[in-house]
């Protein structure tokens, strides 16, 4: 059975850094689609940045371009995002999700993700 299981949560003041990984087990990330996701309480889950590990795009939403970085370590399975400059507002639980890519498109936020980890919390105190 596919697994996710993210890491790395946990609180930080403001201006912080935290990296999240998202490891997974029972197959290669090798032409996978990896998501971060995260939602804050009582607001909707927002997309947050992915990665097509094929060929290493990425997409980041607007808002977080330039803080937040995701990456690839194909060696380990691995996807990780570096989150700087943390907010009080960035306060979620985050989730990473998978999918199988399709071929010729890169990842998008927008796509329904088969598999998703359990989620890490990640708190940032003002």
């Known amino acids: 059975e596919v697994q996710l299981v993210e890491s790395g949560g946990g609180l930080v003041q403001a201006g912080g850094s935290l990296r999240l990984s998202c490891a997974a087990s029972?197959?290669?990330?090798?032409?996978?689609?990896i998501a971060w996701f995260r939602q804050a309480p009582g607001k909707a889950r927002e997309a947050v940045s992915c990665?097509?590990?094929?060929?290493?795009?990425?997409y980041y939403v607007d808002s977080l371009a330039g803080r937040f970085t995701i990456s690839n370590d194909k060696a380990k399975n691995t996807v990780y995002l570096q989150m700087n400059s943390l907010k009080p507002e960035d306060t979620a639980v985050y989730y990473c999700?998978?999918?199988?890519?399709?071929?010729?498109?890169?990842?998008?936020?927008?796509?329904?993700?088969?598999?998703w980890g359990q989620g890490t919390q990640v708190t940032v105190s003002s």
């Open positions: 999700a998978a999918d199988h890519e399709l071929p010729g498109y890169g990842c998008s936020p927008l796509y329904e993700y088969t598999y």
């Open positions: 029972e197959f290669s990330f090798g032409d996978y689609w």
């Open positions: 990665i097509t590990t094929s060929d290493g795009s990425t």
